[in-house]
């Protein structure tokens, strides 16, 4: 057990989570505490540990206790059931768009922070910026191809997005990550209290345009051969000024130059330019 005392005094009329606790058990009657949090807390230990193991926790920071072991054991179909029952009370109606999160800013609360952008998808390699990931048979049915512009629209909401046919994906569900939408159309589940991840009814239509979408892939000299090798900045609103990139990415060096692809185009870069 460890522990963790307080680094200030309480700012404004605030209080912790504790106090915030007993205050609303104040309301109650036979319920909540004479003193504060930290009165209760303190009485618990010296019940439990006696005046000398309290003082010893508050000097050290933490106490050392052995318990008494006990057999665990689980139950495998107890546990299917379980994640069964934990599921969605209805079946989403396709199509639908899930709003995941993102391996790099979670929700976009660290979107701030640049160099996170570095970090390629682990499903889809994309490094920089939003898209949309569309399954091989919605993709073939509508018509479209990757870097493909369209606008994912349902009945309140839209958004402008490029195309990244994912492999593996089922037919009419697109998934697009939180981070990517400034304000995500989401909504509250009356049952948990959470964010309602998906969106129902979204259909999407082709703007004929085309996005870059770099991409940390392999380059593939088959996939490549028609491609002409472009030069990029570390930025994807600069890909286009000529400037040389430096990936973050741990790639092996071979003959001198580092490949990294941009827009579907393989760029070798010199190994000068990589910091190892």
């Known amino acids: 057990m460890s522990l963790l005392q307080p680094a200030l005094p309480p700012l404004y009329d ?15 009657p036979g319920k909540g505490s004479a003193g504060g949090y930290r009165d209760l807390l303190a009485a618990a230990w010296e019940k439990r540990l006696g005046e000398a193991g309290r003082r010893r926790l508050l000097e050290k920071g933490y106490i050392e206790e052995t318990l008494p072991s006990r057999p665990v054991s689980l139950d495998g179909r107890r546990a299917a059931n379980g994640l069964r029952d934990a599921g969605p009370v209805e079946k989403p109606v396709k199509p639908v768009l899930i709003l995941a999160p993102s391996i790099r800013t979670f929700d976009g609360r660290s979107r701030n922070l640049p160099l996170l952008s570095e970090i390629p998808d682990p499903l ?11 399954s091989p048979e919605t993709a ?9 512009g369209v606008t994912a629209a349902s009945a309140d909401w839209k958004a402008a997005l490029p195309v990244k046919v994912q492999p593996g994906l ?15 159309p989401v909504r509250t589940d009356r049952r948990t209290g959470g964010a309602v991840d998906r969106i129902e009814g979204v259909g999407i239509t082709k703007t004929g345009k085309k996005a870059e979408i770099p991409s940390s892939r392999a380059p593939s000299p088959s996939r490549d051969a028609a ?28 003959g001198g130059r580092w490949p990294w692809t941009w827009n579907g185009a393989t760029a070798a870069l010199p190994a000068w330019r990589r910091a190892t």
């Open 14 to 28: 605030t209080l912790t989570d504790g106090d915030a606790i007993l205050s609303l058990l104040g309301n109650l």
């Open 124 to 134: 889809t390699t994309i490094t920089y910026g939003p898209w949309i990931s569309v």
């Open 140 to 148: 073939a049915r509508a018509g479209l191809q990757d870097r493909d």
């Open 170 to 184: 089922p037919d009419g569900v697109f998934v697009v990550y939180r981070d990517a939408l400034p304000s995500p």
């Open 227 to 254: 491609s002409s090798p472009t030069r990029c900045t570390s930025t994807p609103s600069a890909a286009t000024n000529g400037g040389p990139c430096t990936p973050s990415m741990n790639t092996r060096c071979t």
